[in-house]
């Protein structure tokens, strides 16, 4: 996989990867669930696309990818995010539970959760 090590995370780069509301979506699900497949997010793009965003979010260090088998298994690499970046991820976090978290790539069901 083409994930970089921890010393190889850069922040411009993570926060490319943060600023699309459908990989912003990836993240808060990665966020509650510790783990999930691909086939599992929930997110309203076509394959190909959702393949996309993900190898930008792997890419820039953001979710590791844990090949089994046919399946692809993602999360998110908080630990060492938090350790690099402290406070980001949690509030990118906390902005997307906020109000207009909709707006912010989170899927609806979710967000009317957490008004």
Partial sequence: MDEPRSDQ???????HALSDPTRLAVLAQLAGAGELSCGDLDVSVAKSTLSQHLRVLRRAGVTHTRPDG???WLSLRRAELDE???GLIGAVLGALAGPGAESAGRPPD??????
């Fill in 9 to 15: 995370v850069r922040l411009p780069e993570v926060l």
């Fill in 70 to 72: 046919n399946q692809r």
């Fill in 84 to 86: 690099l970046f402290p």
């Fill in 110 to 115: 979710r967000a009317a959760a957490n008004a």
